[in-house]
């Protein structure tokens, strides 16, 4: 994964699905602006999906064969290391 925020971003969304807001919680370094933008490319190269509820869209993993490559990146790249 080229940008490490993308990766921040699906490492995160393993958990459950999110909202931009929830997202931006958890990855403060980047600005919401740059976020939508990154969301935005991962859903348009087919990774994620989003479902709008109200004003709202709710971003998740697209498929459970992403989700588990993502999961190996997660423990080798998103976990500290004690």
Excluded: F, W
């Excluded at 990766?7 to 997202?23: A, G, Q």
């Excluded at 600005?31 to 709008?52: E, F, P, R, T, V």
């Excluded at 869209?57 to 500290?80: A, G, M, S």
Aim: aromatic letters at 4%.
């Amino acid at each position: 994964m080229a940008n490490q925020h993308r990766l921040m971003i699906l490492c995160y969304l393993i958990e459950r699905p999110m909202n931009v807001s929830e997202i931006h919680e958890k990855i403060p370094a980047i600005s919401q602006s740059a976020l939508s933008q990154n969301l935005a490319m991962l859903k348009a190269h087919g990774i994620l999906d989003s479902n709008k509820y109200g004003l709202q869209n709710v971003y998740h993993i697209k498929d459970d064969r992403i989700k588990k490559i993502i999961q190996v990146l997660r423990e080798t790249y998103c976990n500290p290391k004690v």
